[in-house]
């Protein structure tokens, strides 16, 4: 089969193929780098799942592999697993304002648990992302759109190592959080809010570094499917924005070696 636009490199086929499940008895799956390529170019395009061409195989096997490798955690795992090779020296955080399609916000309501929420642009999705000192994300988070940016900020520390700066604009000015990272060992490069009284000082160097993360979600959008919320579910959406998060730490691996 000739290599589509969007299909996966080798380079980037020997790098998540040992990441995938095993399968050690039973029907043997359908070609996993078959479904894969179906799937990003869904995330790509942001075609609905019936429009998948036909060099992909039946498109309910690519959305039935996307949707239950999505429930049993499997491209959360992946995308840990490339962030984990991060060093983390830095850390960069920011959020992004994702619109939700008619079809996303038609799902069941409880909005909170889908992550779907009303801001100015109406029904939406807040991504929340931190990366590291090349850019590349290391923690991914949803919640709904008219979601504090400093509220969510503790739950996307968890877990991480600590960086020797933590980097975030003034949507982050909270000292809880300041002294949060202080307590792990680490430096919050935060401004405070202009109408303070006491202004913290922050490394301007570092500071313009920050448009790393803001790259970043340059980059994230260029997937369709991620630009745009069609998903229903929260975990079906937070797994397309870390599907297309592996993508982007997979094409850097291809671009060192």
């Known amino acids: 089969m000739v290599m589509a636009r969007f299909d996966l490199s080798e380079k980037e086929w020997e790098i998540i193929a040992p990441l995938l499940p095993n399968k050690p008895r039973g029907v043997p799956r359908t070609d996993d780098r078959r479904v894969l390529n179906g799937i990003f170019y869904i995330l790509r395009t942001g075609s609905p799942w019936r429009d998948l061409p036909e060099r992909y195989g039946p498109y309910t096997t690519a959305y039935n592999r996307f949707n239950r490798w999505a429930k049993a955690g499997v491209w959360l795992n992946i995308f840990e ?44 999705t807040k991504i929340h992302a931190i990366v590291d000192e090349c850019g590349l994300p290391v923690k991914l988070l949803l919640t709904p759109g008219q979601a504090s940016d400093k509220a969510a900020a503790p739950a996307m520390l968890e877990g991480l190592p600590t960086a020797q700066a933590f980097v975030g604009d003034r949507g982050y000015d909270w000292q809880a959080l300041v002294d949060l990272v202080k307590s792990k ?63 982007l730490w997979m094409r850097t691996y291809e671009s060192r070696t």
């Not at 090779?85 to 409880?110: C, E, N, T, V, Y």
Request: a positive charge; aromatic letters at 6%.
């Open 185 to 247: 060992g680490g430096c919050a490069h935060i401004p405070t809010q202009r109408d303070r009284k006491v202004q913290r000082s922050v490394d301007h160097g570092l500071y313009r570094k920050r448009n790393l993360v803001e790259r970043f979600f340059n980059k994230l959008k260029h997937f369709r499917r991620v630009a745009t919320r069609f998903d229903k579910s929260a975990r079906n959406f937070l797994a397309a924005v870390m599907l297309a998060s592996t993508r």
């Open 81 to 124: 697993a490339l962030a984990a090779q991060s060093p983390q020296s830095l850390q960069f955080i920011d959020s992004s304002i994702i619109r939700a399609h008619q079809h996303a916000a038609g799902g069941k309501k409880g909005g909170a648990d889908n992550a779907i929420g009303r801001s100015r642009g109406g029904l939406s």
